[in-house]
């Protein structure tokens, strides 16, 4: 019998999580599954650039002559010279659009599925590093809702490059992991943190930042903690 309750209460309880990410997709996507994406989200500024960058590094992967250079496309500030460093490249994302390009799906359909692929990114990793950090599975869900689906994430529909921020709880997820001495979590923060830079330069920097902030306050915890200094000396022994 307390089996059954259990198992009632987690399926329950992974009932609820589902409404929640389903009713933050719902809030930011509503309009753009009724149309069945045959609309844009956000204004006719950003997306377009967003969609146009997306299609250049697409076609410069398969080999297009008019996108064989490609931090020098031939469309933007011509005869100027990496001109697409001026802002987002969006390289780091990059590979969930060619993976719709290729399964056939059109520019506008495509650039679609990669938005919506975004905002699950976003709400799966802040589940992620909230499990880290040991809160239950409903709380770990109402956080990712919050960083992926809530208000300030719809004020980004017109700036769509703002939501390739999953890279960022990743990074701090394999900080929390380091506690356990594990060599990969270095590595994939730093990985983490490359990307999120190439995915969106702003919220790279703003992640810098805030590993820099971090590092400060490890700083100061380790010159004044004598078992932090050894648990610390052990992992950076196992790199």
Request: with cysteine; charged share 15%.
């Amino acid at each position: 019998m307390r089996f059954t309750r259990a198992a009632r209460a987690r399926r329950l309880e992974t009932a609820i999580i589902a409404l929640i990410f389903l009713a933050g997709l719902w809030f930011l996507f509503g309009q753009l599954i009724l149309t069945k994406f045959d609309a844009v989200p956000g204004d006719l500024g950003d997306s377009r650039f967003n969609a146009i960058i997306l299609e250049h590094g697409y076609r410069y992967l398969r080999g297009d002559e008019w996108h064989r250079v490609l931090w020098s496309p031939s469309w933007s500030f011509y005869p100027h010279k990496n001109v697409l460093a001026y802002s987002d490249n969006l390289l780091g994302t990059l590979l969930l659009y060619v993976i719709a390009r290729l399964v056939g799906l059109g520019e506008m359909a495509a650039f679609n599925t990669w938005v919506v692929t975004l905002s699950v990114a976003n709400f799966a990793s802040m589940v992620l590093l909230l499990r880290g950090l040991r809160l239950s599975r409903l709380s770990a869900a109402l956080g990712g809702f919050v960083f992926a689906f809530a208000m300030p994430r719809g004020q980004h529909l017109n700036h769509l490059q703002l939501f390739s921020q999953f890279f960022t709880p990743l990074c701090f997820f394999c900080l929390v992991k380091m506690r356990e001495l594990r060599p990969w979590t270095v590595w994939g923060a730093v990985g983490c943190a490359v990307l999120q830079l190439y995915a969106a330069v702003y919220l790279g920097w703003f992640l810098a930042l805030a590993l820099g902030i971090s590092a400060i306050v490890t700083a100061v915890i380790a010159a004044s903690s004598l078992n932090f200094r050894n648990s610390l000396g052990v992992g950076v022994r196992r790199l």
